[in-house]
């Protein structure tokens, strides 16, 4: 937030807000290593951070397109946000695939 202000922070800045997203933001990531560890007894907590954050991003870009000051945010969370949800999406689609095939082979 420091180092590109206009992609990674809102206007004013808000340094309570601030440190309200990074708290949740890094307790949700030391979940998110521990899930990794045994992602098929965690899915509930991936996919909630996959949809959160398609959700969050789209409600973001219509925020930042609405407000012109705001714009960095499309180049910068924006993106971020939905290329978390993909990466996630798409590797745990992959993890769930292949208990599947696993599971249909016992």
Same mark, same amino acid.
Do not use: C, P, R
């Given at each position: 937030m420091k180092i590109w202000p206009s992609g990674w922070s809102w206007s004013p800045g808000q340094y309570e807000?601030?440190?309200?997203i990074v708290?949740?933001?890094?307790?949700?990531?030391v979940f998110l290593l521990w899930a990794s560890r045994q992602p098929e007894a965690h899915l509930s907590l991936i996919w909630f951070t $996959?949809?959160? #954050?398609?959700?969050?991003?789209?409600?973001?870009?219509?925020?930042?397109?609405?407000d012109p000051a705001e714009r960095g945010h499309l180049f910068g969370d924006v993106p971020a946000?939905?290329?978390v949800a993909i990466v996630l999406g798409f590797l745990t689609s992959r993890?769930? $695939?292949g208990l #599947?095939?696993?599971s249909g082979a016992a």
């Open positions: 807000y601030e440190q309200m708290g949740i933001y890094a307790t949700l990531g $996959v949809w959160s #954050s398609v959700v969050h991003g789209l409600i973001m870009a219509v925020q930042a397109v609405i946000l939905i290329l993890q769930q $695939v #599947s095939t696993h």
